[in-house]
């Protein structure tokens, strides 16, 4: 058994993020395990750019009310409690309702090779963002 430290939260850099978002790290697998988790703290109307990851991701809400879009304009609100599924290389993004804070929990593993899970796309459009948030409810 160990105990792991507390990590210090950083601010996401704008060529991934939308906003203002701030990651803590969790926990980053060491072999056997390639699970990465973070806690994912965005304030209002703040998202990720469009992204997939290569052997997905798990979503899980700690607090408020958030979005999750992806390609086909199939747009989740997500609360409190829920956890979103996010299969192998479907792009998508994520972030904060424009009126409330969302924390989520990022879960996802590292791929066999060791490379990076995540590829990264370009922004969400400030076009894009207001439809998609239309009837998130608080």
């Known amino acids: 058994m160990h105990l792991q430290a507390v990590q210090p939260t950083v601010k996401m850099p704008p060529r991934m993020f939308t906003g ?75 972030g904060a309702a424009d009126t409330t804070f969302m924390s989520h929990l990022a879960m996802l593993e590292a791929k066999p090779d060791g490379g990076d899970p995540t590829t990264w796309l370009e922004p969400v459009t400030d076009e894009h963002y207001p439809s998609a948030n239309q009837g998130a409810r608080l």
Request: net charge negative; charged share 15%.
């Open 20 to 94: 203002d978002v701030y990651m803590t790290p969790v926990y980053n697998g060491t072999g056997p395990s390639r699970m990465t988790v973070a806690l994912v703290r965005f304030t209002p109307g703040a998202r990720t750019n469009w992204h997939s990851h290569a052997v997905g991701q798990t979503l899980h809400v700690t607090e408020g009310v958030g979005l999750v879009g992806t390609r086909d304009g199939s747009v989740l609100h997500i609360h409190a409690g829920e956890t979103v599924l996010c299969p192998p290389g479907e792009e998508h993004w994520h």
